[in-house]
C-alpha cells in the first residue's frame, strides 16, 4: 500500500509580498489625494468616510462570498447566511461605492484631481478584495495543515 502525503496549496511569498504593497501602494495614494483635497473640510471628511465606508464594505463582502462559497459546496457548517445578511452586506457595499463616486463627481475639483481620486479608490477596492482572498487563503491553508498533521499523528500512535 502506497501512503503518500497532500501537499497544501499556499501563496508564494513574493505574491505575498506583491498584494501588501500594493494595498499599501493604494491606502498612500489614497491618503495622499484625500490630504491635499481642496474644498471644505467638511467635504473632505465625508469623503475620507466614503473611502473607509468602501474599504470596510469591501472587505464585508469578501468575507460574506467566501464564507458562502463553503456552504454552497457543502463543506460549511449550516446553512449560511439569512437573506436579509446578504441583502445588508450586498447592499451596504452598493450604497458605499455609489456615494462615494456620488460625492467624488459632484465634488468643484479639476478632472484631473477627480481622475486621481477615482483611480486610486477603485484601486484600493481591488486590492482589499485580493488581500482579503489572500489572507483567507492562508487561514485555510494553516486549518488544512493542522488537520492532516492531526491525522498524521493519530495514524503514528494507532501504529505504535
Known sequence: MHSSTPTLQRDTRAWQFQVWASFGIAVFLCATGLAWLPGER?????MLMGYVFCLSAAFMLAKFVRDNQGVR?????????????????WGGFAV?????????WGMAISATYKAF??????YLI???????????????????DARL???L????????
Open 42 to 46: 467638511l467635504e473632505v471628511a465625508f
Open 73 to 89: 459546496r457543502g463543506a460549511g457548517q449550516g446553512g449560511g447566511d439569512t437573506p436579509l445578511w446578504k441583502l445588508v452586506v
Open 96 to 104: 458605499a461605492m455609489g456615494l462615494t463616486g456620488w460625492g467624488l
Open 117 to 122: 481620486l477615482g483611480v486610486s479608490w477603485l
Open 126 to 144: 481591488t486590492c482589499a478584495f485580493t488581500l482579503a482572498k489572500m489572507l483567507r487563503d492562508r487561514h485555510e491553508a494553516d486549518l488544512a
Open 149 to 151: 498533521r492531526s491525522r
Open 153 to 160: 499523528q493519530a495514524r503514528t500512535e494507532a501504529a505504535e
